[in-house]
């Protein structure tokens, strides 16, 4: 465990930090933790230990594919501001459904029905409304939007691009989600690797493209900056299987196709561009030319099944995925295994005990000053509850996480109590104020005029 | 019985009886004519009744005690199960042969739901008649439950019968008896017919779901004695008491006049000023684009009115810096607070606005304002041809010579000209710029 500071003994510990830091791939998220399910959580925990150089446990990586996902050991961190825009737009549906006078004699069938009515109880009087203009329609709208440019700045901690750290301009990403994918965690390891090495050229600020496929290429999405990292991220969490049939030639052509079109300049001036291609290889049909511009990267899930490539055309379709591939990686996902991480509870513990202490000692005012003290509470809860989360059958981590949640509560309550004790005592000070100058009011008579030059009256 | 002391910014105010006297319940039954205050009484104790029948609304009950008094509508933004249509009837439940007009509107309500259907027989001789008989136009009151989901096309017809309390369909021109409506909605629709009517709706309030935990029990108490029913009070108040009451705030009874000063006016104006100023502010804050609020010149000319029902509210007649307090239930949306102690934005920039109101002016500026009124009067009635005239005045030692002079016959008053005025105006020494800048305007007009 790393030393921790001698002279406060309620300091944060330094192998703490580590942890945060290290799961600043959640803080990029740009999303509440209550809103993540459970799962996804186990993908992040899983992608930040990768980018952090650690294995996955039960899953053997070699070590040339770990340097596609592990951050630089030179990675010095800092903190940017990252201002992200957007445009948010709100339907009105009330206003879906107008309803106006007739306008023209073709918007008779969208009379309203009561109206429709008349013309069998008094076709006269139906005759003259339609004519003049005076029955009510329903008209079919569409829902009105109103744009608003919204914008917000966040605190990220980032790594900070140093010289002779690796720095890639783009890279692309195809994720095989056919049924197939389903068994043995494949699509669990593959989406922790594929958030890992998105998070990894985004940091370097590379641009990063992403198709799934399955028996076609799915739409794409990219990553054109780090702040698109949060979206990008949720949608590779959130993609479902889907499809009958892999065709993985088909989605390396068009994704060669979509880098020839973007960065058509790039690419024929001979500048490298990857493509990770993650798939379990049960494809229906063969690959295309690889341009030399451009490494394929194929990391093979065999989920430890070896019946599928037994075949002799699965073989020389293996045989073709090796010789295109600039690196191919074989995966046997089978073996994953996540245990309890008891000493992430550990150090979460110790942190807890440090700020029950110093919640001890504080009075409401500086609970209410020390912004510190309540980000420290702030983040331990919402590290337990994450916690938690992954290890819902966990006893430790439950109550951990409940103690957190309460020392939350008590923090930011105790912050509100003391600023509605203060907004009361405002709030009555400026009535007690408006009550003494009520009282020392005092309106002139507007009888007559008086200390003016000159006095005025009507002639009588 | 001894005059009961007001705390003006309690929520209670308006509703304090003004003697502890409980209404008309004991004393006006056999009576052929009420006292003004008597009348006022019995109106609270109406109020009461409310109040006790819809629990934890007292700023709502007030807001629509001066929607009474000065014959405007209410609107209340409320969400489902708030009582607000039990509200409603209980509130207007309190008059005597007075007739409610109840809809729920839609996107598909007609304006023939409002003002009656045409009259078959009149069709056939080709007049187009509508026969408005138990509509909106022969009502005293009306509620009008979910205000915002009607159309543009009733939105409009609304307006006229609201804001003109008439109905002209060509031929037919009806007077409408309309007194007061009580409008709800859940949200607010933003189109030119709907700004046109909301502006038209006076007073605005909105009923929060949240109750404190005391007046929850109280609700408790009071649903389980009457299950959410509109309970018929002891004794009515004659339609006729109100319209009295309302005529006096309106100034349309010439017998019974409430007087203000021009100081007081002044001070309402600057308190209008300086709200819309701290809700700007206070809406920059969180959000840089956010507009300024808008008072239509409507709101500010009717405020005089709302000033009149509190001055009148509390035993009154003459309008005194007191009643400027009563202008948070015309400026803000009143809402109760979910709590004894919480305050929302809009009523803390009212409280704000007022106390800077009130520390701007000192009593020599507020007689400063009176005098340069009461020029600026002169002046208009020398150039309507009145015969004015001005005295110049005397200095201590001059004075006797002057009252000896006049003793003797000869007057000291002469005719005015444009000059007297602007002199007078200039000589005066005014230190506030507010009230310098009101010198510059009658200066303006005279030169």
Not at chain 1, 139 to 155: A, F, G, H, I, N
Not at chain 2, 85 to 97: A, I, M, R
Not at chain 2, 177 to 197: G, M, P, Q
Request: proline share 3%; net charge neutral; glycine share 6%.
């Amino acid at each position: 465990m790393a030393k921790e500071d001698e002279s406060n003994p309620y300091a944060q510990s330094e192998d703490l930090t580590e942890l945060y830091k290290s799961w600043g791939i959640f803080d990029s998220m740009q999303v509440a933790l209550e809103q993540l399910p459970n799962n996804y959580l186990h993908i992040l925990n899983i992608a930040r230990n990768l980018l952090d150089g650690k294995p996955i446990p039960g899953v053997d990586i070699p070590e040339n594919f770990m340097g596609l996902l592990e951050r630089d050991q030179k990675t010095v961190y800092e903190k940017r501001y990252v201002t992200r825009t957007w445009q948010q737009k709100t339907n009105f549906p009330s206003d879906s459904i107008k309803i106006r006078p007739i306008q023209s004699l073709r918007e008779l069938p969208q009379v309203l029905p009561p109206y429709r009515l008349l013309k069998t109880t008094n076709p006269d009087i139906f005759a003259y409304k339609a004519i003049t203009g005076n029955l009510p329609i329903i008209e079919q709208q569409k829902p009105r939007v109103q744009t608003e440019e919204k914008s917000e700045t966040l605190e990220e901690v980032v790594p900070k691009l140093v010289k002779g750290m690796s720095k890639r301009q783009a890279v692309y990403a195809l994720m095989d989600v056919s049924m197939s994918m389903a068994e043995n965690y494949k699509l669990i390891v593959a989406k922790s690797i594929l958030l890992a090495y998105f998070k990894k050229a985004s940091e370097e600020d590379a641009q990063v493209y992403f198709r799934a496929f399955s028996g076609d290429a799915h739409g794409r999405t990219d990553c054109l900056s780090p702040d698109q990292f949060g979206p990008l991220a949720r949608n590779v969490l959130g993609y479902p299987l889907s499809g009958t049939g892999t065709y993985i030639g088909n989605a390396v052509s068009v994704a060669i196709r979509d880098l020839f079109d973007m960065r058509e300049e790039r690419v024929r001036n001979g500048l490298e561009t990857e493509i990770l291609l993650i798939t379990d290889c049960d494809s229906s049909d063969y690959l295309p030319i690889i341009p030399r511009s451009i490494s394929l990267h194929t990391l093979h899930l065999n989920g430890g099944d070896e019946t599928y490539h037994r075949n002799s055309e699965q073989r020389k379709l293996l045989t073709l995925f090796r010789s295109k591939s600039k690196t191919f990686t074989q995966l046997n996902t089978s073996g994953l295994n996540i245990p309890v991480d008891l000493e992430k509870q550990m150090m979460l513990r110790e942190e807890l005990e440090k700020l029950e202490e110093i919640h001890k000692e504080m009075d409401l005012a500086e609970i209410d000053k020390d912004k510190g003290f309540q980000k420290r509470v702030k983040k331990l809860a919402e590290m337990s509850k994450a916690y938690e989360k992954m290890f819902v059958e966990n006893k430790e981590h439950k109550e951990l996480s409940q103690k957190a949640q309460a020392l939350r509560r008590k923090v930011s309550g105790e912050g509100l109590k003391k600023r509605l004790m203060e907004k009361l005592k405002a709030a009555l000070s400026l009535k007690s104020s408006i009550q003494k100058r009520l009282k020392g009011l005092k309106l002139p008579s507007n009888d007559k005029l008086s200390g003016t030059l000159f006095d005025f009256r009507i002639r009588k | 019985m001894a005059k009961i002391e007001v705390d003006y910014l309690s929520d209670t105010a308006l509703l304090t009886p003004l003697t502890g006297y409980q209404g008309l319940l004991e004393t006006g039954k056999n009576k052929t004519s009420l006292d003004t205050f008597e009348a006022v009484d019995s109106l609270k104790g109406a109020m009461k009744n409310v109040s006790q029948r819809v629990v934890g609304r007292d700023k709502l009950v007030s807001q629509t005690l001066l929607a009474l008094l000065t014959k405007e509508h209410q609107l209340i933004f409320a969400r489902p199960g708030t009582a607000k249509s039990l509200y409603g009837k209980t509130v207007f439940g309190q008059f005597e042969n007075a007739q409610t007009f109840s809809i729920q509107l839609s996107q598909g309500t007609t304006e023939e739901k409002l003002i009656g259907a045409y009259d078959l027989a009149m069709f056939n001789d080709g007049i187009l008649w509508n026969k408005t008989e138990g509509s909106i136009i022969t009502a005293n009151f009306a509620f009008l439950d979910e205000f915002m989901d009607a159309n543009d096309m009733v939105l409009r017809t609304l307006l006229g019968i609201l804001n003109e309390r008439e109905f002209i369909n060509g031929q037919q021109h009806e007077k409408a008896k309309l007194h007061t409506a009580i409008a709800t909605t859940n949200y607010l629709r933003v189109t030119d017919a709907s700004e046109a009517v909301l502006d038209r709706m006076l007073f605005k309030a909105r009923l929060n779901p949240e109750v404190d935990i005391f007046d929850q029990v109280l609700i408790d108490r009071v649903y389980s004695k009457h299950n959410g029913h509109v309970v018929a009070p002891d004794q009515y108040i004659p339609m006729e008491v109100l319209a009295e009451l309302s005529g006096i705030v309106n100034g349309d009874n010439p017998n019974r006049l409430i007087t203000a000063s021009n100081a007081v006016l002044f001070l309402k104006n600057q308190l209008i000023r300086n709200f819309v100023e701290g809700v700007y502010e206070q809406r920059k804050q969180k959000d840089s684009k956010a507009n300024r609020p808008y008072i239509s010149p409507r709101t500010i000319a009717k405020s005089r009115n709302t000033l009149n029902a509190s001055a009148l509210l509390h035993g009154r007649f003459e309008v005194t810096g007191q009643d400027l307090s009563t202008l948070r239930y015309l400026l803000t949306t009143v809402q109760n607070d979910g709590g004894a102690t919480t305050q929302n934005d809009e009523d803390e920039s009212f409280l704000k606005a007022l106390d800077d109101t009130l520390g701007a002016f000192s009593g020599k500026d507020l007689e400063d304002i009176e005098h340069l009124f009461k020029i600026n009067d002169f002046y208009e009635a020398y150039r309507e041809n009145r015969q004015i005239e001005a005295k110049k005045r005397d200095n201590i030692f001059k004075k006797p010579f002057t009252l000896l002079s006049e003793i003797l016959g000869v007057t000291s008053w002469v005719e005015v000209n444009q000059n007297t005025f602007s002199n007078t105006l200039t000589a005066m020494n005014i230190s506030n710029p507010e009230v310098q800048k009101v010198r510059e305007s009658i200066l303006h007009r005279i030169n």
